[in-house]
């Protein structure tokens, strides 16, 4: 089985960056698209954006389209989710994991990691 670890979450300003790391342990990592996904006080998890088994192609919730980039390095077993333009409403935990689906909820992924948190103040 693998396990995944989020890091990189912190607190900053309304307008800077983060970039969050995924660490895989265990084997075929590289079988799997990768997900992230935010969840907020009192909210259900919300998909933010996705990329494929290979890191070639992505995709995102139209709330971060063009703000946030997902990556994926599998010779580290290490995606990325670098988070640009933040704004208070990015403030949530963060958490990553393995699709397993063809959709994009919760329940088309698994393995999730324990959550980074971020927070955005304005």
């Known amino acids: 089985q693998i396990q995944l670890v989020e890091s990189g979450g912190g607190m900053v300003q309304a307008g800077g960056s983060l970039r969050l790391s995924c660490a895989a342990s265990?084997?075929?990592?590289?079988?799997?698209?990768m997900g992230w996904f935010r969840q907020a006080p009192g909210k259900e998890r919300e998909f933010v954006g996705a990329?494929?088994?290979?890191?070639?192609?992505?995709y995102y919730a139209p709330s971060v389209r063009g703000r946030f980039t997902i990556s994926r390095d599998n010779s580290k077993n290490t995606a990325y989710l670098q988070m640009n333009s933040l704004e208070p409403a990015d403030t949530a935990v963060y958490y990553c994991?393995?699709?397993?689906?063809?959709?994009?909820?919760?329940?088309?992924?698994?393995?999730w990691g324990q959550g980074t948190q971020v927070t955005v103040s304005s």
């Open positions: 994991a393995l699709r397993l689906g063809l959709g994009s909820r919760a329940a088309d992924f698994g393995s």
């Open positions: 265990g084997s075929s990592f590289s079988s799997y698209a």
């Open positions: 990329t494929s088994w290979s890191g070639d192609s992505s």
